[in-house]
């Protein structure tokens, strides 16, 4: 088994996740605007929201529904604006 936990250690991005999972819209523009991170690691933090997204939806349907939709719901915002 291979354990990729801690694959992200000192790279920005995994901060970023946040943007999809707290922001939406307007506000989510306004944070990318003060955090000043390049295209690349736009990405991979929009990459690491996708992961912590897919891993808490992954089977929880039954045990937290709640939890499951907010999940997707980030799921769909990074999706689209993987699109735009």
């Known amino acids: 088994m291979i ?5 992200g250690v000192g790279d920005h991005s995994c901060d970023l996740a946040i943007a999809w999972t707290l922001f939406d819209g307007e506000s989510r523009n306004i944070f990318r605007a003060s955090m000043a991170a390049d295209q690349a ?4 933090g929009r990459g690491w929201a996708l992961w912590k997204a897919l891993i808490t939806a992954a089977g929880q349907i039954e045990i937290a529904p709640a939890e499951t939709a ?3 719901r980030v799921v769909d915002a990074v999706l689209i604006e993987r699109e735009a």
């Not at 354990?3 to 694959?7: M, R």
């Not at 690691?41 to 991979?44: I, K």
């Open 70 to 72: 907010e999940a997707w």
């Open 3 to 7: 354990d990729f936990g801690t694959c």
């Open 41 to 44: 690691t736009w990405a991979r």
